[in-house]
């Protein structure tokens, strides 16, 4: 039985390649797992729309191809097993999932099945070197992006991005599964996923790629800016795997040019963040570097709430949390900026900020979402300095400098000349007027004073 989770997709899939090498039939299972489900703060969720539409093309292809997959809604850790005595198999495969709770998970499964003389087989399959593949000469595991980027790329060969094959004769038709669920019978409503342009399963994915490849030579000249379509759009494929890391880390080698290479640099990133969290599973709750659990913030929820909803008085800031609320996504250096900017110039707890990312990402990922806070935050590893603190108005000027990103989220600056749009309390009250935009009234004057909310931070860090 092969056991489908963040790899809907049936090419390239390490896992289901090993099971249909070595058993006939093979059964095709997914879960719509009551102990994850239960655990989403809302019951209007993109990614469970987008997990649900993934599954039901996945079945498609699969019965296309002579197979079937069953489909079940409960707790994996008594469905799976269950199922797998009822078909009376013999192994259940699946691929590795590197979150705590998950390998905790597997490991319950893997007690169960053993009682009963079943074996489970995990596989590498998300990642191109996984744990503790790369190691230092210590035989630690890298704590410092670069050393571990030159590690990868020197321990990497093209036979780590050959797609897996996969003999399809040995697929079974589901059988013992439940009907079709509906969003609704899982206990979700639907959400505006598909009117904003997500294309879920692995056609998504193709329709992403083949957009992306023409741009990838202009990525590294283009990927910091928000306003233009400069990267991939591909994380949310990558959390749900509709679509293989082998594949892209191929493109990106065989493409070679300069943003191929910068896009690669992301690729690896992913991958050393996966290794924090395998080898230092502590992340989820702590900082990595400890000394930093001793830090102190003032966690004013009036602060919080604005910069929740896109409140604070910085456009650039605002902007990029109201295209979160929105869309489930937010551009990369957005997620810098923001993060920053709760952390250092409002002074509130990164793991507040972290959890509200997980509620609303689209492609939450619990490894890159708690790297990229604790990089912000400065207490991870290899983290930004604390004594570098983003300025939100010199970042919305260079990296949105006309304010086209920022006029398509704060409409209510929509009439605001360039030169102010980034601080738009600098207008008189007559220009405030003309441009129908009342600071204080219309949009928030600033929550903070920047110059003042940095000093405050660098003397918390100090401490």
Same mark, same amino acid.
């Given at each position: ?60 292809? =699969? !019965?296309?191809? *002579?197979?079937?997959?069953?489909? #079940? ?8 097993? +269950?199922? /797998? ?97 509906? =969003? !609704?019978?899982? *206990?979700?409503?639907?959400?505006? #996923? ?8 692995? +056609?998504? /994915? ?119 609320? /929105? ?137």
């Amino acid at each position: 039985m092969f056991w489908f989770r963040r790899d809907l997709r049936d090419e390239d899939n390490a896992g289901l390649s090993r099971a249909l090498a070595a058993h006939a039939p093979v059964y095709c299972v997914f879960v719509f797992d009551t102990a994850i489900l239960a655990g989403l703060p809302g019951r209007a969720d993109r990614r469970v729309e987008f997990i649900w539409h993934s599954v039901q093309s996945l079945r498609s292809s =699969l !019965e296309d191809r *002579g197979g079937g997959l069953i489909v #079940l809604h409960g707790d994996a850790r008594q469905c799976i097993p +269950e199922l /797998a005595f009822r078909l009376g198999v013999r192994a259940v495969h699946t691929n590795r999932d590197y979150e705590p709770e998950a390998v905790a998970r597997d490991e319950a499964v893997a007690t169960t099945l053993a009682a009963r003389g079943i074996s489970f087989h995990a596989h590498k399959d998300q990642v191109i070197f996984e744990c503790r593949e790369l190691l230092t000469q210590g035989g630690k595991p890298y704590v410092v992006f670069t050393p571990y980027r030159n590690a990868w790329l020197r321990a990497f060969t093209e036979g780590l991005s050959v797609p897996w094959p996969l003999r399809f004769e040995s697929l079974a038709r589901a059988e013992g599964g439940q009907p079709w669920p509906t =969003l !609704e019978s899982l *206990g979700f409503q639907p959400t505006n #996923l598909l009117e904003l342009g997500i294309c879920p399963g692995m +056609e998504g /994915a193709r329709r992403l790629l083949a957009d992306f490849l023409p741009r990838l030579g202009q990525y590294q000249r283009l990927r910091d800016y928000p306003g233009k379509r400069g990267v991939s759009y591909l994380s949310v494929h990558l959390r749900f795997g509709t679509v293989s890391i082998r594949e892209l880390v191929r493109l990106a080698m065989a493409d070679g040019s300069p943003g191929a290479q910068a896009w690669l640099n992301e690729l690896i990133w992913r991958e050393f963040y996966f290794s924090i969290l395998a080898n230092f599973p502590r992340v989820t709750t702590r900082a990595f570097r400890a000394e930093y659990d001793r830090l102190v913030f003032d966690n004013d929820p009036d602060h919080f709430r604005a910069w929740q909803e896109g409140c604070t008085g910085y456009p650039i800031v605002d902007a990029g949390m109201r295209q979160l609320q /929105a869309t489930g996504y937010m551009h990369n250096r957005l997620r810098m900026i923001t993060a920053s900017f709760l952390v250092k110039d409002l002074g509130v707890d990164w793991r507040w900020g972290e959890r509200h990312f997980a509620e609303h990402l689209n492609d939450y990922d619990l490894a890159a979402n708690n790297g990229g806070w604790q990089w912000s935050a400065s207490t991870g590893c290899d983290a930004q300095p604390w004594f570098r603190i983003f300025n939100p108005v010199a970042q919305g000027e260079r990296f949105d400098p006309d304010g086209q990103f920022v006029r398509r989220y704060v409409p209510e600056l929509a009439r605001v000349p360039v030169p102010f749009i980034h601080e738009p309390w600098k207008l008189s009250p007559l220009e405030q007027q003309a441009a129908g935009c009342i600071i204080g009234r219309d949009y928030p004057a600033p929550v903070v004073d920047h110059a003042v909310a940095r000093e405050k931070t660098l003397k918390r860090y100090q401490r």
